[in-house]
């Protein structure tokens, strides 16, 4: 399992998402901080009524820019790289020259561009990744809301 450094980091940045992501915040019930073998795993997902992203497009909305702001801040605060994956459901997706392995991939370069202009130093991002709908958080539904996702890995070094 986790080492101690990684659920203590864990700790801290659910807290401090806790303290700045308000009751009513939208994005608030899709943010998941958890420490894994590899690092903390913060998993931002779409909500049964809410999209992240506008539908079919890379273009985040407000409410997911200001989240990724204070995500930003929360890890910017911790030693470590990252890595940015994303994440589609299983739907067949195709338009605006997107398939689903496109549309991941420019929703980790979204999140990857949200993060640094929150003010993390680039540098500490190792990889960026698109992985349609190859690794779906809910095999059992795979249109599940909670298959598409933005996952960034705070590599905690022992």
């Known amino acids: 399992g986790p080492d101690a450094r990684t659920l203590e980091a864990a700790a801290q940045i659910r807290q401090e998402l ?38 079919g497009s890379a273009m985040p909305r407000r409410e997911l820019v200001l989240a990724m702001e204070k995500i930003g801040h929360a890890v910017a605060a911790q030693p470590g790289n990252l890595t940015i994956s994303g994440h589609t459901d299983a739907r067949p997706f195709k338009g605006n020259g997107y398939d689903n392995w496109r549309l991941s991939t420019a929703r980790a370069h979204s999140a990857y561009y949200m993060l640094v202009r929150s ?40």
């Open 18 to 55: 806790a303290e700045v992501l308000r009751p009513g915040d939208r994005m608030k019930d899709g943010i998941s901080v958890v420490a894994t073998e590899k690092g903390v795993q913060i998993s931002i997902t779409d909500q049964m009524e809410f999209g992240m992203f506008e539908i």
């Open 119 to 158: 003010g993390l130093d680039e540098r500490r991002i190792t990889e960026v990744a698109g992985y349609a709908d190859r690794k779906l958080k809910d095999p059992a539904d795979p249109f599940a809301a909670v298959n598409r996702r933005i996952e960034i890995l705070l590599e905690i070094k022992g």
